[in-house]
């Protein structure tokens, strides 16, 4: 069975002292592609993820200022994302949107950085990478307005509700340990209505390990308690999911 993470930070200094290994552990435990999270600690470092795609054949970098780095971005942001955009490694603008919960940048400035991102991915004909808190109005109405082509809506947490309206507006839906939870029973709902073609699964490591790891670091050797689970709550084999994710992340990012 070959899984794939399709969103993880491997980046992070949660990771400094055994990056190489946690890497080597995933590709054990049958992790064969990973997509590393460009986002970083926002501008003007936008190189997090690329850095780590060179050094490794099988990973692949996404590029993109956070939300929460949005009141970081300069004119020379922008202009240094549409130069990375044509890196051969490069395979999606994100994790790209709108923040609400934390605020750490201000609203409109959010909106700003997401739309001017938005163009960017659009001229280069890349997917998009989506993270939404607590703005999914905002955050759905931009996209209704300015985006027609593919992505993702990372760590999804919503209801039945919002994943129809993702769905309907063309989205993948990319679930990960939060499904594990025993609270998340309405976005168990959505990881069960969501079509096998649309699904895709992530750890967001270092955060969210999923149950039994709940609480540690997270990596994407823990890939495959998801997996499991999703497949547990939709009455299929991990095998089936292993492999419908895939397909999925292939078809979208490589
Ligand atoms: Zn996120
Ligand atoms: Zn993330």
Known sequence: MTLVDSHCHLDDRQFSADRDETIARARAAGVETMLAIGSGDGPPDLEAAVRLAEAYPFLYATIGVHPHDASKATPGTFDRLRALATHPKVRAVGEIGLDYHYDLSPRPIQRTVFSAQL??????????????????????????????????????????????????????????????????????????????????????????????????????????????????????????????TTRNFRALFQ
């Open 119 to 244: 163009a960017i991915a659009r001229e280069a004909s890349l997917p998009i990478v989506i993270h939404t808190r607590e703005a999914w109005d905002d955050t759905l109405a931009i996209l209704r307005a300015e985006w027609q082509g593919a992505g993702v809506m990372h760590c999804f947490t919503g209801g039945p509700g919002q994943a129809r309206q993702a769905l309907d507006l063309g989205f993948h839906l990319a679930f990960g340990g939060v499904i594990t939870f025993p609270k998340a029973e309405s976005t168990r709902e959505s990881a069960r209505l969501t079509p096998l073609d649309r699904i895709l699964v992530e750890t967001d490591c270092p955060y969210l390990a999923p149950v039994p790891h709940r609480g540690k670091r997270n990596e994407p050797a823990f890939m495959l308690e998801t997996v499991k689970y999703l497949a547990m709550i939709r009455n299929t084999t991990p095998e089936e999911i292993a492999g419908v």
